[in-house]
């Protein structure tokens, strides 16, 4: 016991040492290194402790050095820390919050704290965290990187934070668990290599703590049987069967497995010699499982809890969580499954992963419904359940009394900005794949993430991409429809010319994908958006009517839909789809374009104040094409506001040097209309533009 004892404190010291070196690194390097194992610390470049104080400052200060790659934007924040509070007391104490951070980490000149389109974010190249780290390491699944790693996570993930808030504490006990799943194998491997070397305290000491870790993980438990026979210690061994028994009947009320009990059985005939197959044989872990791939993305939708619990409102989460589940169906390229859970409960990472396995189904949608006064709060969250994590948190506030209409426009919306996540989600997930695997789906998600960046460069990717979709699945229907939209708007926005049958060739595209799929609202807005590029809007009425009512929740169905209205001169009819396209996808791709071609309506109704202030907000969004800027400088120039306009003129011809009249004349193809097409450039012209 002597010399356990010395070597546990040995390898505590080894470990601290570990961390205290990865600590000066960090300060070398002049980062701010955040500990997020075990307790929540903090240290300055300078090394020095900053001081965090107050649960839910240190939960977003955490939260945002774990999402260093994706931020979270505002209603995320709002929803995990502040859920409880109306909409504008949350936002307060959040601009309260980040300010308490930015003062916190003031260092210099560099801006640590961001804020930009909504998001709030840590500097990454500013900060660093063990996380981040311990997660490179575990992924190498080398034996010394294996011993960082275990030395790098001294406890749970911020295991001493509670803060008061049920959608923060789900997040905190799933990426806890997440981050748990990847330690025990680290552990595991670790111990093996100690146990090669000779070194078997230094072994037995690391499968001990990860039994600490997760009681419940036979293989952690054999490990320690298998070290403890090999020393000769069969007592010992035979006693740590004896407690995983004793744990599995209390926790499951089940036996150990085969393979334990086999093992047991082999050191009782003192039989055992050394590592066998039982040593490296832990059951199937669900995180290994691999999912469905290379087809339609799956998606479940769990039953929504409701608070306070009630008759009224329980009926009213089952009805939105079904009618969600609905919307989502009316999605031709999203896979719905049936919910697996029967009723509301939190779900452990160990639950998400089983499901993924069991139901082969990758995402799922959960929520809950609270009921404040008069008004209703909906809190989303978008869970991959192959990793055990939520990918997307929203919050929704809702005023009404029709309980049906109330329910119809949060499913719609929520439907909308759940397929907009999936969108990115998918197609990011096929960056890393050589095109000599992907499947006909792979090339479409990633044709899709290519175009949302929305240049002429990337115009011409997406087509090559849906045309290799196609290569592979001729009869793939969305992936035409989608590729007939490119098409169009390789002649609309990036100069193609429109006369040279490239419009036939959408025309023939986006016919056949409805022919193929008449009940996919994509190939029907592909049909109407080849229909306005040729002026014929009537028809383009008629298909695009076709795709909302196949799929209410298609923001950019609802866009184009007012885009002919107004092409029309059905200016007051058109308005209202935009606003309706800007509720049901507030962070679309294509928000840039709801909002230009709503200020294009309110330009051609004369309405400039409003077209100017729609335009600032388009022009505003990363990925606006420079024809945004356009409408706003038009819009400026009929207000009389010459200083603005100058400027944003100027910004125009940064963004395209051979801007003119005649130029954006013929980007205008599509207008019948030539009073329309006079209000427009009457407005350029007077901000001095020739």
Not at 17 to 33: D, S
Not at 82 to 88: A, Q, V
């Amino acid at each position: 016991m002597g010399n356990l004892r010395r070597h546990r404190g040995n390898t505590v010291a080894a470990c601290a040492t570990c961390r205290l070196r990865a600590h000066r690194n960090e300060q070398r390097m002049g980062k701010i290194a955040i500990r997020l194992f075990g307790r929540l610390e903090v240290r300055g470049p300078d090394g020095k402790h900053i001081p965090v104080v107050g649960a839910k400052l240190q939960g977003l200060m955490a939260y945002l050095a774990l999402n260093l790659d994706m931020p979270p934007n505002r209603d995320q924040l709002m929803t995990l820390f502040w859920g409880d509070r109306f909409t504008e007391q949350a936002r307060q104490s959040l601009r309260q919050s980040v300010w308490k951070l930015r003062k916190l980490l003031d260092y210099g000149s560099n801006e640590v704290v961001a804020t930009f389109n909504d998001q709030v974010s840590l500097n990454s190249e500013l900060v660093t965290t063990d996380v981040e780290r311990f997660s490179s390491l575990v992924a190498q699944r080398k034996p010394e990187a294996d011993l960082e790693a275990a030395s790098l996570y001294p406890g749970a993930f911020l295991s001493n934070l509670y803060v008061r808030e049920q959608d923060f504490q789900d997040w905190l006990l799933t990426e806890r668990g997440r981050l748990a799943t990847l330690a025990c194998p680290a552990f595991e491997r670790g111990a093996e290599y100690l146990l090669q070397k000779g070194e078997p305290d230094a072994a037995i000491a690391l499968a001990q703590r990860l039994v600490m870790f997760d009681p419940l993980r036979e293989s952690s438990h054999r490990l320690l049987m298998r070290i403890h026979a090999q020393q000769g210690q069969r007592a010992a061994a035979i006693q740590q069967y004896k407690n995983c028994s004793d744990i599995l009947e209390r926790e499951l009320q089940v036996e150990p497995s085969p393979n334990t009990q086999k093992l047991l059985a082999e050191i009782r005939r003192a039989g055992f010699t050394g590592p066998d197959d039982l040593s490296s044989a832990p059951e199937p872990h669900l995180a290994d499982v691999p999912g469905p791939t290379h087809g339609q993305t799956t998606v479940t939708v769990l039953p929504f809890s409701a608070q306070p619990e009630s008759p009224e409102t329980e009926a009213l989460a089952t009805m939105l969580s079904e009618e969600l589940a609905a919307a989502l169906s009316k999605y031709r390229w999203l896979d719905v499954k049936a919910s697996p859970v029967a009723e509301a409960r939190r779900l452990t990472t160990s639950d998400m992963q089983r499901i993924a396995a069991n139901q082969l189904v990758r995402h799922a949608v959960d929520g809950s419904i609270r009921q404040l006064g008069q008004q209703l709060r909906l809190n989303v969250k978008l869970i991959g359940l192959e990793q055990g994590r939520y990918l997307w948190v929203h919050r929704y506030d809702h005023r009404g009394e029709n309980l049906q209409d109330m329910v119809d426009d949060l499913s719609q919306t929520v439907a909308a900005s759940i397929e907009a996540e999936l969108v990115m989600l998918e197609g990011a997930g096929t960056r890393s794949l050589d095109e000599s695997e992907m499947s006909a789906w792979d090339f479409y998600h990633r044709a899709l993430s290519v175009q949302y960046e929305f240049s002429g460069e990337t115009n011409r990717e997406a087509q090559r991409l849906f045309e290799r979709a196609l290569e592979l699945d001729p009869r793939f229907a969305a992936a035409m429809a989608r590729l007939s939209y490119a098409l169009v708007i390789n002649a609309i926005y990036f100069g193609a010319d429109p006369g040279a049958g490239l419009l036939d060739k959408a025309l023939q595209l986006a016919r056949e994908a409805s022919r193929l799929d008449p009940r996919d609202a994509v190939c029907r807005f592909a049909l109407g958006r080849v229909y306005l590029a040729r002026g014929e809007y009537e028809r383009s009425f008629s298909e695009l009517h076709a795709a909302i009512n196949l799929n209410p929740s298609m923001a950019q169905a609802h866009c184009a839909l007012g885009d002919s209205l107004t092409y029309a001169g059905q200016m007051d009819t058109a308005l209202p789809c935009f606003q309706e396209a800007v509720r049901l996808s507030p962070q679309d791709p294509y928000r840039w374009a709801f909002l230009n071609y709503g200020a294009m309506a309110h330009l051609f109704r004369l309405d400039f104040e409003q077209a100017a202030r729609w335009a600032i907000e388009s022009v505003q969004v990363p990925n606006a094409h420079f024809l945004a800027r356009a409408v706003l400088v038009s819009a400026l120039g009929h207000l009389g506001r010459i200083d603005e306009a100058a400027q944003a003129l100027a910004e125009l011809k940064r963004d395209e040097h051979e801007v003119s009249l005649e130029f954006l004349r013929r980007r205008m193809f599509y207008l019948r209309d030539q009073n329309q097409i006079g209000i427009y450039l009457d407005g350029l012209r007077k901000a001095g533009l020739r």
